[in-house]
């Protein structure tokens, strides 16, 4: 029996690092919706509370249908080193590409309501004279 079970730990290892990956894209889709919405604290909290239920569900259906619901450390381990790889790397990579987008963007925005802004000076001068 003991043989049986410790066969599926690499699958199981496997399955928790990449499902990790994906929590912390949660979390990242988290962050950029908190990012849309003004850095609202409310709006913060609520995601990251959903957030964590689900990533909380995902290891519990991972070790309740690999691993037959047996806990053991690495569990935890495995996931929660997964998630913290992909915030340390791919995390700030989404980061910094979210705000180098949003400068742009912002950038883009000033300049079309300059231009526009101009083209009203030039209009109401134009109809003063």
Known sequence: MIIFETLNEPKIFLFLIIFGFLCGFLFDICYLITFLCNENKIVKNILQFFATIICFFIVFLINLKLNYGVFRAYILISFFFAIFLERITLGKLFAKTRNWCYTHFKKLVNLTKEKINGKR????????N
Not at 121 to 128: G, L, T
């Open 121 to 128: 000076k030039e209009k109401v001068k134009n109809n003063d």
